[in-house]
């Protein structure tokens, strides 16, 4: 009952945003800046995008596991600003020791509203409200048996406004999202699922921030177009005896924002000893869909 | 796997789209010192602009804004905008310019550049 009138009032104040909203761009740009679909850490921004495939190879966990994954996600706006997003992923899970796992992750999905769009600033951040959904994917590769609901809020922000004296630091950026997990089951087989609380960065330098806006150094594609970053992403157990026990990846990596497309590559370090040990690694086709079909589905559903 | 065969097929087919107008290079560069007043300043786009809903102004260091000639699109290039100067007194100016691409999406940026230091 609880979660009925927390989705009720999430769509009710959803409902009470649209009737402000206000005219938005498309594509993850404030002003002069533009934001890149990151691979670990939500996009402060609605867009019509799609990441397919997502490759992922993980650190061994603490068991000596490890896991293999082709994700995609869709994001789609539905007005200028609110968007939703739709994904799922397909996981091999190999046990420390034993036979290989294969099955489908579970779906997930989000409603996400622009909350800002500040353009001298080179400000962005929405708020949503997003959700995996139990029974949706094999639990044998951890999909779970419940649902999750996430109210989340992401924010970005660029370095385009430093003074002069500091102006080769303009091309800096930097990506934040915040959320708590709100499991619809205490408990799955015996052991505790608790409210988590999540949140990660992206700090990214924009070389092509740097020759467009504050010196052409001469860089020739490629590499004129690229974007080396680092992304953190942690969880930390609030409670039901995950209380302060925190599993979270740094990833430093490139992204080359094209046209059309983007390319991602990133490594996988884990930060903690229960998050797992060596190393792992990600690379991600993102397509720009508002790009490729500027006329029909890159458009929003309603408005312009 | 369609769909992947689909999007790069669509993402690598010239024409097939026109995206977001970025500025490629300018003439007098990025950040650039020239020794001179430049005549014109040249921004290119990475995608084809429509002049219409698209502008440059210019301005001093200190902010006040520069007469100028009115931009206009390069008769030679389609992505590239071309602003007429008055001679330039030695300093450092801003350009401040917004662009709509052939696809009406909506982009802006500026930098800097200095005569004559």
């Not at chain 2, 917004?98 to 982009?107: E, F, I, Q």
Request: charged fraction near 15%.
């Amino acid at each position: 009952m609880a979660f009925s009138r927390f989705t009720a009032g999430a769509a009710l104040a959803a409902l009470a945003i649209v009737v402000f909203a206000s005219e938005a761009t498309a594509h993850g740009t404030a002003g002069a800046r533009f934001f890149p679909g990151t691979i670990l850490t939500d996009d402060p921004f609605v867009a019509d995008e799609l990441s397919l495939p997502t490759v992922s190879r993980s650190p061994k966990d603490p068991d000596g596991a490890r896991e293999t994954g082709i994700d995609w996600d869709l994001a789609k706006r539905i007005t200028p600003d609110l968007g939703f997003s739709i994904g799922q992923g397909w996981k091999y899970l190999k046990p420390g020791g034993g036979p290989g796992i294969t099955g489908f992750d579970a779906l997930n999905a989000g409603l996400d509203y622009q909350l800002f769009r500040d353009g001298p600033r080179e400000a962005i951040g929405l708020i949503g409200l997003h959700a995996t959904f139990g029974h949706t994917g094999r639990i044998a590769v951890g999909a779970p048996d419940f649902t999750t609901l996430t109210p989340a809020v992401a924010f970005g922000k660029g370095f385009g406004d430093l003074p002069d004296s500091m102006r080769l630091l303009r091309p800096i950026a930097v990506t934040s999202n915040l959320s708590v997990d709100f499991p619809t089951k205490t408990s799955s087989a015996g052991a505790a699922n608790p409210n988590n609380f999540n949140y990660g960065f992206a700090f990214e330098y924009s070389l092509e921030y740097l020759q467009r806006q504050v010196m052409d150094v001469g860089l020739q594609p490629p590499f004129n177009r690229m974007i080396p970053l680092v992304e953190m992403a942690f969880t930390t157990g609030l409670n039901r005896g995950a209380g302060g026990q925190t599993v979270g990846t740094v990833q430093p990596g490139i992204i080359w924002a094209g046209q059309y497309v983007q390319i991602g590559a990133e490594a996988i370090l884990p930060v903690t000893s229960a998050t797992g040990r060596g190393f792992g690694g990600v690379v991600q086709l993102h397509f720009y869909l508002d790009d490729i079909f500027p006329g029909s589905i890159g458009r929003p559903i309603f408005g312009n | 796997m369609r769909w992947l065969v689909f999007g790069l097929l669509i993402a690598l087919t010239p024409g097939a789209a026109s995206g977001h107008a970025f500025l490629d290079h300018a003439v007098p560069a990025v950040g650039a010192t020239v020794a001179a007043s430049p005549p014109t300043l040249q921004l290119v786009f990475s995608e084809p602009i429509e002049p219409r809903f698209s502008g440059v102004e210019l301005a001093s260091a200190a902010g006040g804004p520069v007469a100028t000639g009115t931009a206009a699109l390069d008769p030679r290039n389609p992505a590239a905008l071309v602003l007429p100067l008055p001679t330039l007194m030695p300093g450092r100016y801003r350009v401040n310019w917004h662009v709509v691409s052939a696809d009406t999406h909506r982009t802006e940026g500026s930098y800097e550049f200095s005569v004559g230091r």
